[in-house]
């Protein structure tokens, strides 16, 4: 971890600050970047999502995705942009978003993060069925017992049964 990296840890990690202090501070660190950085628009884009400025964020997490994150950080804008695109009202373009995330990269190290996400999406679409199925899927790998029996009632609840 680099120090610009250790700084916005240091500022993302302290619980004491106000939305609009963490605003500042990490657009204090994101103006040490090139204009236009992937990663300074992403914890810029970020700030402002945690303090409930889902519209200011919107933005700048699609800027951040297109100037190129790495791939640490290219799940997370996706994840992000999507939980605030469902927060303003659009939670079909969520879906579609976190499906392609989803296929994208079956392997990701965020794909349970992703699936929850798409679960919330699903249920403020107003498919609470396929919503529990998503979340069911994705617990069932993580459960001591009965991991074969909750995927089958997931299936159950996809195909409009149980």
Known sequence: MDEWDAHVTEVWADET???AERIERIDALAGRRPVGDARALFERAGARDAAGLESDAEPLYRAALAAGLD???RPQAVIQLAS????LGRSAE???????ELDRDPQSPLRDEATAFLALALASHGDSREAASVALRALAPHLTRYGRS???YADELAEGNG
């Open 94 to 100: 969520a879906i579609r978003m976190l499906r392609a």
């Open 17 to 19: 600050l106000e939305d």
């Open 84 to 87: 605030t695109v469902r927060n």
């Open 150 to 152: 909750v995927l089958w």
């Open 71 to 73: 791939d640490q950080h």
